[in-house]
């Protein structure tokens, strides 16, 4: 990328998820120049989510910049909702740099300086790994100024880790895919959520043999109503086995270690799912000097404004919520670019008198 005016914007968001994108869009539509930065591809999360999934919500709960999302099913399907928001940033003409992986932001309130590195991660194997020694016509660095940002980094890119031996395995994953791989093997999947019902679900129902442990007396009491006596009644019925109150110790190459109610068990496994949650990129908001609450890490922020402690740095999506995850989802994230956009017009037009 060349230096110069073409380096310079109003504003730059940091996330190109759908609220990151619903915020560059009113961001735009106010006449404002906006470039929108990601070290992954357009909605990344979305798009490692598992390949079969179906949203928990209507499409028109997931619409941004006013553009419809047509859909054949009642729920969403992640197919539908790629290709949507791919059309939506190819109606508003967004400007996208994708792969980009913000190094370091400098300067303050009006004249903001980001450094970004280009960036190739593993886009089919998932996010978890990354090439650590990138050639020198892959890594390239870029620099932009802007006189606002807007950091809408989400939370998926960080799985709660465990932290006990074996975690680092190449049979562990912190993220699932599709259940193909793992027919014929004995999979322990970690978790008592959502995610963890239905990756155990699919694993199970394309032939592999699944053990679901989680540390809870029961499957966790928000997993989805059309789910639960699914995953239910499989364990009934010792299709899929369960131990519950139960922690996993060690993970080693062909067992894992629990400690369960009724003393130490070894199983013997293939492959682990550790779906244990995930959380935002605490340190990177701190390295921009934004101020968390102790108990939740909340962004200290105007809650009519989404302006945090640092003039002129926003927060948008999920992160808002800190800890509390589940608080926001697209539904709701995707409505903080209006406040965001409404008080970035007011300001830069001040700036400009």
Same mark, same amino acid.
């Given at each position: ?13 940091? =996330? ?15 006449? #404002?120049?906006? $470039?929108?930065?990601?070290? =992954?591809?357009? $909605? ?24 419809? !999302? ?39 309130? =009006? ?14 194997? =998932? ?21 606002? #940002? ?32 793992? !027919? ?38 928000? $997993? ?48 682990? !799912? ?41 927060? +948008? ?23 965001? +956009? ?12």
């Amino acid at each position: 990328m060349n230096a110069g005016t073409q380096n310079q914007f109003d504003v730059l968001v940091i =996330g190109a998820g759908p609220s990151g994108l619903a915020s560059a869009i009113e961001t735009q539509k106010r006449g #404002l120049k906006v $470039v929108t930065i990601d070290k =992954g591809c357009l $909605v990344n999360s979305l798009f490692h989510y598992p390949a079969n999934m179906t949203f928990f919500t209507t499409p028109e709960l997931l619409e941004i910049g006013d553009i419809p !999302f047509p859909s054949a099913h009642q729920k969403p399907t992640r197919g539908e909702a790629l290709e949507y928001y791919r059309k939506v940033a190819e109606r508003y003409q967004l400007d996208m740099r994708q792969y980009e992986r913000v190094d370091r932001i400098s300067g303050s309130d =009006g004249d903001f300086t980001v450094s970004t590195t280009t960036v190739r991660t593993d886009i089919l194997g =998932g996010l978890e790994t990354h090439h650590s020694s990138p050639s020198s016509q892959e890594e390239r660095q870029h620099e932009y100024r802007a006189r606002k #940002l807007i950091v809408a980094t989400g939370y998926y890119d960080l799985p709660n880790l465990m932290n006990i031996p074996g975690e680092d395995l190449p049979k562990v994953f912190h993220y699932y895919r599709e259940p193909h791989p793992f !027919f014929d093997c004995d999979v322990i999947v970690i978790g008592g959520k959502n995610s963890a019902a239905i990756a155990a679900l699919e694993l199970w129902r394309h032939g592999a043999r699944v053990t679901i442990v989680h540390r809870r007396v029961g499957m966790g009491g928000h $997993v989805k109503y059309w789910i639960r006596p699914d995953i239910e009644n499989r364990i009934k019925n010792g299709e899929i086995k369960a131990y519950f109150q139960s922690l996993v110790k060690e993970i080693l190459p062909e067992q894992v270690l629990l400690e369960t109610p009724q003393g130490e068990a070894r199983l013997k496994n293939d492959f682990v !799912f550790a779906l244990t949650g995930y959380h935002p990129d605490y340190e990177f908001l701190l390295n921009v000097g934004v101020q968390l609450t102790r108990d939740e890490c909340r962004p200290l922020v105007n809650q009519e404004t989404l302006e945090t402690n640092v003039p002129g740095i926003y927060v +948008a999506g999920v992160i808002v919520a800190g800890s509390k995850t589940s608080e926001i989802f697209i539904e709701n994230g995707r409505f903080h670019g209006q406040r965001i +956009a409404a008080d970035l017009e007011k300001k830069l037009a001040a700036d400009q008198r």
